[in-house]
């Protein structure tokens, strides 16, 4: 089975950097593609970003609010994907969290979750 530990979150000053990193362990070979979502105090879940195991930016997809200042990748052994996040705002504070697509039968839904890692960005 596969499954991903988030880490990175944390507190950070409006305008700064952080790298959230989702590393997969087991059979990484079966995801093939990554996806970042969050989850805002009081809000529901919301995508944030999403990168097929294909190396190409046609596979890498933005939500409007975090195009230009948020960059997902991964390494070349598909175990590590990183949500680089630059010119933090104060509204995106959420619950961070990382799903691996992968085949139905390694899980039903296709997909498996990260824990979820918090990012609070301060005035």
């Known amino acids: 089975q596969v499954q991903l530990v988030e880490s990175g979150g944390g507190l950070v000053q409006a305008g700064g950097s952080l790298r959230l990193s989702c590393v997969a362990s087991?059979?990484?070979?079966?995801?093939?593609?990554m996806a970042w979502f969050r989850r805002a105090p009081g809000e529901e879940r919301e995508f944030v970003a999403r990168?097929?195991?294909?190396?190409?930016?046609?596979?890498?997809h933005y939500a409007d609010s975090v195009k230009g200042r948020f960059t997902i990748s991964r390494d070349g052994n598909k175990n590590t994907w990183y949500l680089q996040m630059n010119s933090l705002k104060p509204e995106d504070t959420a619950q961070y969290f990382c799903?691996?697509?992968?085949?139905?039968?390694?899980?039903?839904?296709?997909?498996?979750w990260g824990q979820g890692t918090l990012v609070a960005v301060s005035s």
């Open positions: 799903k691996a697509e992968v085949p139905q039968w390694l899980s039903p839904d296709g997909e498996v």
């Open positions: 990168k097929s195991w294909e190396w190409t930016d046609g596979s890498t």
């Open positions: 087991g059979n990484t070979f079966d995801i093939y593609a």
